[in-house]
C-alpha cells in the first residue's frame, strides 16, 4: 500500500498474524454526534450484508439535532451484531467498543465486558475534553482500564496526517477521522475493502477531493491495523448459512415503505400518504416522497390531522390513503381514525412507536401504544392491528395490513417502533410471484331495489361495503360519521338500527382472516410459553435459545395480528402451564389477553427506550420458569456468550 | 410564481371535470333525505341557491364532491344528490385536500361554518387557503354555534350575551375575508344568504376559479341569533351599509350612488359622492392584492359597512395541479425507461445470493 503512514511504522515481523474464526461479533461505533458514527457503522454493516453474514443493527443517537460538542448528551453510537449464523439480536454488550472520545467512552464503557477489547482515539482525550465529562483523572493512563484490552490509536492526528500531501482543509482532514476508525475495524475482522472504497466514491462524487481524503482515511486505518503490533489477531466471521434466496440489508422504515408501494402495485391502486414529520417516522415519509414514478402522492400536511384527513378523503376518492406518525400523533388521528370507522373506508395507519407519555423519547423504542392502538378511540370502534417483528418484516407488515384495509374496508393500525424503523438486517427479497395480488373491486352497479344503491349493504363473506368512489354515475350517495342506517346509510338515531351497526362493526372486524399462532418448541415437551409481539421477537427469540441451551424446555410464539387475535390463541394459552409475555410496556398485551381469556398470563416488562438484552432477558424468563432445567442439556458448540445458535 | 411564469396553461376549475351531456334541473339536484334546518334558517336560502346553480355548471352530477365539518350548515351534503362526506369537526378542507389532489375529475366544495372553519379548524382552512387547492368553500357565517344551542363563535361581535358568556364575550371576532387574504387565498368573495342574484354569481365565479376559493355567506340564524344581519337586509338601514364591488367598477353604492369608496392613508374610506372628485373614486380591481385587502377592513364587526362581491380573485398555480405534474413526470420519465421497476428497487443495489447450502 503506498501511503504515507506506512513508512512511519515500524512493519510487523513477518508470520507473527494470527487469524481467529469466530460465530459472531458485536461492535460498537461511538462519538460525537459529528463524529459520523451512524455513517461509519451503517458502512459496516453493507459490507457485512455484502459479505453474507447475518446482521442486526441498533443504531442510538440523541434526540438533539447537535447536542453541545463532547458531552454525554451529543454521544451517538450504532452497534452492530454479525455472525455465521441467524441471530435475533443487535447483542447485548460489545465485544469491540470503539470510542471517538471520553464523552463516548463514559457512555458506553460499562456495557463493555471484561476482556472486551476498547480502541480509543487518544487525540480527543485532552485535558478541556476530559474536563467536559467530569473526568478528574486520564481514564486512558497506564493500569486504569487493565481489565481490557485496551488500543490506544490517535486517530485524529494519523488521519489528518495521511492526508496532508492532498491539500484539503484541517476541518474536512479531521472529519474523515471515522473512516480511519471503519478501516481499521475492517482490517480486524479481514472485511473485503472494495465496495467500501467504491461507496465513498459515489458518495462524494460530487466533491472528489473529499472522497479521496475518505478513501485514505480508510486506507490509512487498514494499514495501521496491518503494521501495527498492538493488533496482533484478526478475526474472521464466516457468511450465513441463510435459507436460499436474494438478500439485501435493510430498515425497518423503508422496508415498510416499500410493503406500501408494493401494496400500491399489486391491487393496481395509486398511493396517498398524508403524513407531517415526526420522529422516528418521518423516513418513511422521506422514502415514499422519493417513489412517485410508482404513482405515490405524499402530502405533508399542516399538522397529523390534516395529514390522516387528506388521506381519508384520497381514499375516498379510491386511492389506498395512508398515515404515518409516532405516539403523540396518532392521538391526535383518533377522531379521525372514528371517521374511517364509520365511513368504512380502507386506510392505513402507522404507528412507529416511542418512548411515551407526551413527548417521552424521541428517539429511543417502546411497545406502549397498543392500547392505545386498540382503544384510544370514543365510541367502540374496533381496528385491526397489525405488528412487524424485525425490520425486514416490516415489509411483509405492511403488505398484510394493506391487504386488510382493502379486503374488509376498514382503517388499519400497523404498530412498529423505534428499534424496527432505525435497526437493520438482511432481508430475502420476495420473488416477484411471492408478492401477493391486492385486486379490489370498486362498486360500478346500483345494489338495491329499483335501481338504488345501499352503500352500506354488506359482502356475506367479509362483511364490507362496497366501495363507490366519486365519479361513478348512479351511485352518488352520503356517508359521514353520524350513525347510518343499515343498508341506506342514511342518518339514523334509531335505538335498534345503532345496536345493530356497532356489533356489526365489531364483527366485521372480529371476522378477519388471519393466519393461526404458530408455535416453536423443539423438544415438543415445553410447559412454559414465551410469547411476545413486535420487536421483542428478537431478544426473545435469542432468551429462548439460551434457555433451551442451559436445558429449560421453553416454547415461543409471536404475536402478529394483534387484533382480531388468531383464532387458535386460547388453545394454545391453555395449552401451557405457564405464558410468559415480555415486553417494552408495563404489560398491556398482558392485560390484554387476561381480559380476553381469563388466563393468568406471567408479565416482564422493560421502559428503559432500549430493548430487551437476550441475556437480560434469559435472566428474568429463567426466574420465573419453575420446572428444573433437563439433565443433561443438549451440547452446542458454539462461542456464544449471550446469543447462541438455534 | 404565477401560472403563466411556469409556462402552465390557464385553467378554469372545472376544466378537468367531465361535462353533463344532458340538460340538468335543481331538483336532479335534491336528495331524497328531509332537510331539518329549523323553520326560518338563512341555510333554505343558500341551499335552494345552490341547488340552482349547479346544473348551470353543466358538470357531471356524479363528479360533484361536497365535504362538510359539523355544524348546522355541514348538514348540507345530504341534501343534495352528489357525493358527499359529512366529517367531523373542522377538518373538511383537510379532507377535501386529499380528495382534489388524487381526483382532478372532481369538483369539490367544501360546506362549514364560523365555528367549524375559523375556530377548531382554522389551522386546515388557512393551509388549504394558502397551498390553493383547487376547491370551493362555503363559509357559512352565522356569527353563533347553532348546533351545540347558542354559544359566541369566533365571529360573534365583543359583548355578546349567550349562554357561555352571560356577562357578555370578550374575545375579538375575525374578519373573515380579511383572514383569507391573509392567508393568501387566490379567490375571496363575500353573499348574503337571501341575496340569491348575488350569491349566485359569487358561487358561479368561485366554482370556476382554479383554486381555494373563500366564499363567505352572511347567514341568518333566527332560533339562536334572530336578526343579526337585518341593518344589511332592511332597505333603510342598508343603503349606507352594503357595498357592492364589481371588478372594473368604481365603488359607489346606497340610492343612486350617494357614497363611494375613496383611498385615505393606507387604506380605504367611504365618502359621500358630492364631496369625492369623481376620479378620486376607486375602481374596483379583484386581481390588487392590497386594495382586496382594505376592502375587507370595510367591514367591521358593527357592520356599519360590509362589502359584497369578488374582492380579490388571482391565478397561482395550483397545489393539486403541481403535485400531480410531479407524480406524473416521475411516472412518465419511468415509463420512457421501461416502466416503474418494482423488482428493481426491492432489489436495490447492494444484494447477495445464497443457494443450495
Ligand atoms: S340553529 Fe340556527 S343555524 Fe342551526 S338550523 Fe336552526 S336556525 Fe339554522
Redo the contacts between chains.
Keep these: 500500500m503506498d501511503n504515507p503512514v506506512d513508512a512511519a511504522l515500524p512493519p510487523r515481523p513477518a508470520g507473527a498474524r494470527t487469524v481467529e474464526q469466530r460465530n459472531r461479533v458485536v461492535i460498537r461505533f461511538a462519538g460525537d454526534s459529528g463524529d459520523g458514527m451512524q455513517l461509519t457503522g451503517d458502512r459496516f454493516t ?1 459490507a457485512a ?4 453474514n447475518d446482521l442486526a443493527t441498533m443504531p442510538d443517537f440523541p434526540a438533539e439535532i447537535r447536542a453541545p460538542h463532547g458531552t454525554l448528551a451529543g454521544v451517538s453510537s450504532f452497534q452492530l451484531h454479525f455472525a455465521d449464523y441467524d441471530i435475533l439480536t443487535p447483542g447485548d454488550r460489545p465485544d469491540v467498543l470503539v470510542a471517538m472520545n471520553p464523552a463516548a467512552l463514559k457512555a458506553n464503557l460499562r456495557d463493555l465486558p471484561a476482556g472486551g477489547a476498547l480502541i480509543v482515539d487518544t487525540d480527543e482525550f485532552t485535558k478541556r475534553n476530559l474536563t467536559k465529562v467530569g473526568y478528574a483523572e486520564d481514564p486512558l493512563a497506564e493500569g486504569a482500564l487493565s481489565s481490557y484490552t485496551v488500543h490506544r490509536v490517535p486517530m485524529t492526528s494519523l488521519t489528518t496526517a495521511a492526508l496532508e500531501s492532498l491539500g484539503i482543509g484541517k476541518k474536512d482532514a479531521e472529519r474523515s477521522k471515522n473512516m480511519f476508525a471503519l478501516g481499521l475495524l475492517s482490517w480486524m475482522y479481514s472485511r473485503p475493502t472494495e ?1 467500501t472504497e467504491r461507496w465513498l466514491r459515489d458518495k462524494f462524487a460530487k466533491r472528489p477531493e473529499i472522497a479521496e481524503a475518505n478513501v485514505v482515511a480508510f486506507r490509512t486505518g487498514h494499514a495501521y491495523g496491518e503494521t501495527t503490533e498492538s493488533f496482533a489477531v484478526t478475526y474472521e466471521v464466516a ?1 450465513a ?10 430498515t425497518g422504515n423503508t422496508a415498510l415503505a ?1 410493503g406500501i ?2 401494496a400500491g ?1 399489486q391491487s393496481g391502486l ?1 398511493v ?1 400518504l ?1 403524513s407531517y414529520p415526526i420522529t422516528p417516522a418521518s423516513d418513511i415519509l422521506h422514502e415514499l416522497s422519493r ?7 405524499t ?1 405533508q ?3 397529523e ?2 395529514g390522516i ?11 389506498i ?1 395512508v398515515t404515518t406518525t409516532s405516539g403523540p400523533g396518532l392521538a391526535l388521528k383518533s ?2 381514525i ?2 374511517a370507522v364509520m ?1 368504512e373506508l380502507p386506510l392505513l395507519i402507522v404507528d412507529v412507536q416511542r418512548g411515551g407519555p407526551s413527548t417521552g423519547l424521541p428517539t429511543k423504542t417502546e411497545q406502549s401504544d397498543l392500547l392505545q392502538a386498540m382503544f384510544g378511540r370514543n365510541g367502540e370502534a374496533p381496528v385491526p392491528v397489525v405488528a412487524p417483528r424485525s425490520p425486514a418484516d416490516a415489509f411483509d407488515a405492511a403488505v398484510d395490513a394493506v391487504r386488510i384495509a382493502l379486503a374488509y374496508r376498514t382503517p388499519v393500525l400497523l404498530l412498529s417502533d423505534g428499534a424496527i424503523a432505525n435497526g437493520s438486517e438482511p432481508w430475502r ?2 420473488e ?1 410471484d411471492e408478492l401477493p395480488d391486492l385486486g379490489v373491486e370498486f362498486a360500478t352497479e346500483p345494489n338495491g331495489p329499483d335501481g338504488s344503491f345501499l352503500p352500506y349493504a354488506r359482502d356475506p363473506e367479509t362483511l364490507a361495503r362496497p366501495w363507490a368512489v ?13 350513525e347510518k342506517a343499515d343498508g341506506t346509510g ?2 339514523s338515531y334509531d335505538s335498534a338500527n345503532h345496536e345493530f351497526m356497532v356489533r356489526v362493526r365489531q364483527a366485521r372486524i372480529d371476522g378477519i382472516a388471519v393466519p393461526d399462532l404458530e408455535v416453536d418448541d423443539p423438544t415438543g415437551d415445553a410447559d412454559v410459553l414465551v410469547l411476545g409481539w413486535g420487536s421483542t421477537y428478537g431478544p426473545i427469540g435469542a432468551a429462548a435459545r439460551r434457555l433451551r441451551t442451559a436445558g429449560h424446555r421453553v416454547a415461543q410464539a409471536h404475536v402478529r395480528h394483534l387484533n382480531p387475535l388468531p383464532a387458535n390463541t386460547e388453545a394454545v394459552l391453555r395449552s401451557y402451564r405457564q405464558v410468559i409475555v415480555p415486553e417494552m410496556n408495563l404489560g398491556q398485551l398482558a392485560f390484554l389477553l387476561q381480559g380476553r381469556y381469563c388466563i393468568p398470563v406471567t408479565s416482564i416488562t422493560k421502559v428503559a427506550g432500549l430493548p430487551f438484552g437476550a441475556e437480560e432477558l434469559a435472566d428474568r424468563l429463567a426466574a420465573h420458569l419453575v420446572a428444573p432445567p433437563l439433565q443433561n442439556p443438549p451440547l452446542q458448540d458454539t462461542d456464544q456468550k449471550e446469543e447462541v445458535p438455534a | 410564481m404565477t401560472t403563466v411564469d411556469l409556462g402552465l396553461p390557464v385553467r378554469g376549475g372545472l376544466d378537468l371535470v ?1 361535462t353533463a351531456e344532458d340538460v340538468q334541473k335543481a331538483k336532479d339536484y335534491a ?1 331524497d ?1 328531509e332537510v331539518r334546518w329549523c323553520p326560518g334558517c338563512g341555510d333554505y336560502a343558500v341551499l335552494a341557491a345552490v341547488r340552482s346553480f349547479l346544473p348551470t355548471l353543466s358538470i ?6 361536497f ?2 365539518g ?1 355544524g348546522c350548515s355541514s348538514r348540507f ?2 341534501y343534495l ?9 373542522g ?1 373538511a378542507p ?10 382532478p ?2 369538483s369539490v366544495f367544501v360546506v362549514t361554518g364560523d365555528g367549524d372553519a375559523l375556530s377548531i379548524g382554522g ?2 382552512l388557512i ?1 388549504a387557503l394558502r397551498r390553493n387547492v383547487n376547491m370551493t368553500i362555503l363559509l357559512f357565517n352565522n356569527r353563533i354555534y347553532g348546533l351545540t344551542k347558542g354559544q359566541y363563535s369566533p365571529t360573534s361581535e365583543v359583548g355578546k350575551v349567550t349562554k357561555s358568556t352571560p356577562m357578555g364575550s370578550l374575545d375579538h371576532p375575525f374578519n373573515p375575508v380579511s383572514l383569507a387574504l391573509g392567508a393568501e387565498a387566490t379567490f375571496v368573495g363575500r353573499a348574503m344568504d337571501s341575496d340569491r342574484a348575488g350569491l349566485t354569481a359569487v358561487l358561479e365565479a368561485a366554482a370556476k376559479h382554479r383554486g381555494a376559493s373563500l366564499v363567505e355567506i352572511y347567514q341568518d340564524c333566527p332560533i339562536f341569533n334572530d336578526g343579526s344581519f337585518d341593518v344589511l337586509r332592511k332597505p333603510d338601514e342598508s343603503e349606507s351599509r352594503v357595498i357592492q364591488v364589481t371588478h372594473g367598477q368604481p365603488i359607489t353604492f346606497g340610492t343612486d350612488g350617494r357614497w363611494a369608496v375613496v383611498r385615505r392613508g393606507f387604506g380605504l374610506a367611504v365618502a359621500p359622492i358630492a364631496e369625492v372628485d369623481p376620479a378620486d373614486v376607486v375602481v374596483h380591481d379583484a386581481t390588487d392584492h392590497e386594495l382586496a385587502f382594505a376592502l375587507s377592513r370595510l367591514s367591521d364587526q358593527a357592520l356599519d359597512h360590509a362589502v359584497f362581491g369578488v374582492l380579490r380573485q388571482v391565478q397561482r398555480p395550483t397545489y393539486d395541479d403541481l ?2 405534474a ?2 406524473e ?3 412518465t ?2 415509463d420512457a425507461a421501461g416502466g ?1 421497476d ?2 428493481g ?4 443495489a ?8
Design positions: 453493507s450484508a455484502a459479505f453474507g465496495g457468511p448459512a441463510l435459507p436460499d434466496g436474494t438478500y439485501r440489508q435493510i416499500y408501494v408494493t402495485q395509486p396517498f398524508g417513489l412517485k414514478r410508482f404513482g405515490v402522492t402530502f400536511a399542516e399538522d390531522i390534516a384527513g387528506a388521506a381519508l378523503g384520497a381514499a375516498y376518492g379510491g386511492a390513503g377522531e379521525a372514528g371517521l365511513t427479497v420476495p416477484d366519486p365519479g361513478t354515475p348512479g351511485l352518488a350517495h352520503r356517508i359521514g360519521g353520524l342514511n342518518i | 367531465p336528495s333525505q357531471k352530477r356524479e363528479n360533484t364532491v365535504v362538510s359539523i351534503p345530504y344528490d352528489t357525493y358527499g362526506m359529512h366529517s367531523i369537526h377538518r383537510a379532507i377535501a385536500t386529499g380528495l382534489a389532489v388524487s381526483r375529475d372532481l389551522n386546515h393551509h403535485t400531480r410531479q407524480v413526470q416521475a411516472v420519465a419511468a416503474p418494482l423488482h428497487l426491492l432489489h436495490g447492494d444484494t447477495w445470493t445464497i443457494a443450495g447450502r
